[in-house]
């Protein structure tokens, strides 16, 4: 029985970062762990990510990243409306998808678009955005508890786990329900550390229980490759000081107002 | 083109009548009339109703812009404010239907003197975005909103609507005044922790968009407000813009041709509705059309609707006008 299970949310070709959590996940002593999707995006070499979920048997739901690159779509889905986050969404989509092999291509586009197992007597389902749509944004400050009730009553789970906005948050939920939003190990999160992380989802004495984990890498060293592949400045800028420089037009307010820019 | 493909036309008809007014003077009176045939229009199921809109200031302005869809003025009693009582009845019924977000406009929401305790109630329950020219926002009207934001685990956005880079710009659309005055509520927002959301209706041509952009990035940075989020709206050419600009042009309806392999979540009438004193409507734009009023409660309203207005056009051809997202352009 599962007691003890690591979510890892979106990879954005960091395989460094994915090394070093699936290590921590392992000394930690997790029963299983689990991928929430959009392994590509941002980072660089992103065929380096497929080896280490493969070879650890890390089931993975697909993202909307996954989703284009597997079905061979003209861009990553991820939900953006503003000109400059999709003008860096889309340099970083063109060089996702001519650096990745045809073979994980097949593997993403069969992915699975939720997992469902038991923890205790924990209904829970994974989903990468939201249950009900792959590129939904769940914000912490933006998603009522009600809308989060409904979801766990409309897809039959007692906890649903996602990822897709980057930046992690828990909330218990009447009824004893729970929703998790695991967090990245892509990119850090906007306030200006550096580290990445992953959530750790246990069993205790029959309750649930969330820990987000900071996972410390070398990214000094996926900088130097973000740099040897001709990423833009702005990504690498991203990675070593932990502050945001695209895609913000989609955070909410309070979510904003915690960066610098 | 592709209007008439899909049943009979619908015929305008215009009737010109002469009477006599109480004085005895001749008045004429034109009546436009619809005469409605088989036409049948594409129909959208509210797939989930994720946005719940308040028409909460009515169509009472403080001021009269040149491009208002409904035709606010201090004068418009149309729509009347919405009360507390009103909004938090619909805000009850709104949490077992699971909304995920709550807009607040008018007219000018400000102008309403229950404002403040809707918010605080809706605050409890979720996200808030309120619509407003800005202009009635005093530096204590701010640090109310800033201890409203700061008591609730949600986002408190405010839209600050404006429509040009300059003084000028803006006052020829907005008024005289305007826009000093909506830029003094834009800086006593930034003051108090907001990061208002400035939305812009557009009224130029396409090949001054970098121009305008630009322009309103550094008028605002210079007004006090370092990293502005802007908004970029089209034109919904009825009300009083249908008067400023020739309208919409005949052949600009959805057809259900033009609904194949479109993804119908872009309509907003597939995840909101909107609550106003006389009951709930399709949209926040049709709320002037009496066919766009779906009932007396959220439950009433859970029906589909027939894209039979011109409006729809311009949410089929930008999607997603109403909601929060915000546009700053490419680095410079």
Known sequence: MLKKVALIGGVYSNHIALQATVDDAKIKGADAIYCLGDLGAFGPNPDKVFPILIDNKIPVVQGNYDNSIGNGLDDCQCGYTDPRDNYYAKLSYDYTFKKTNDVFKLWMKH??????????????????????????????????????????????????????????????????????????????????????????????????????????????????????????????????????????????????????Y | MLVYLCGKKREFKKSLTFNRGIYGELKLEIKNTMKETTQSFPKIELDNLDNLWFQVGGTLCNIKCEHCFISCSPVNHNFEFMNFEQVNEYLKESVSIGVKEYYFTGGEPFMNKDIFRILESTMKLGPATVLTNGMLITPEKAERLKSISDNSIYSLEMRVS??????????????????????????????????????????????????????????????????????????????????????????????????????????????????????VYVCPILIDSPDANLGNSLKEADKGYELKHQACYTCYLFGAICSNFTSVGRDA
Request: aromatic fraction near 10%.
């Open chain 1, 111 to 260: 992915l699975p678009a939720e997992i469902r197992f038991e923890l205790g007597n924990y209904k829970v389902l994974l989903s990468h955005g939201s249950p009900r749509q792959i590129n939904e944004f769940l914000w912490e400050t933006t998603t009522p508890t009600h809308f989060l009730q409904k979801l766990c009553e409309d897809y039959k789970a007692d906890v649903i786990c996602t990822t897709h906005t980057g930046i992690h948050w828990k909330r218990e939920l009447p009824g004893n329900k729970y929703f998790v939003n695991a967090g990245v190990i892509g990119r850090p999160e906007n306030d200006g550390n550096t580290f990445v992380g992953y959530t750790m989802l246990q069993l205790e004495n029959d309750s649930i229980k969330s820990e987000y984990i900071p996972i410390e890498y070398d990214h000094h060293a996926l900088a130097k490759e973000m740099k040897e592949e001709k990423l833009p400045e702005k990504f690498i800028e991203t990675i070593l000081t932990g502050w945001w420089t695209t895609c913000l037009e989609v955070l909410p307010s309070k979510e904003r107002i915690k960066g610098k």
């Open chain 2, 162 to 279: 404006l429509d040009g880079y300059t003084e000028k710009m803006n006052d020829e659309i907005r008024g005289e005044d305007v826009f000093k005055k909506a830029m003094e509520g834009v800086k006593y927002l930034v003051q108090n922790n907001f990061l208002p959301i400035i939305t812009v209706t557009k009224t130029w041509e396409d090949s001054r968009d970098e121009e305008v952009l630009y322009g309103f990035i550094e008028t605002l940075k210079s007004h006090g407000y370092p990293r502005p989020r802007i908004k970029i709206l089209p034109s919904l050419k009825i009300g009083q813009e249908a008067v400023r600009t020739k309208g919409y042009d005949k052949y600009e309806y959805v057809t259900n041709e033009m609904l194949v392999d479109f993804e119908a979540s872009n309509f907003i009438c597939s995840n909101s509705r909107i609550a106003t004193d006389k009951g």
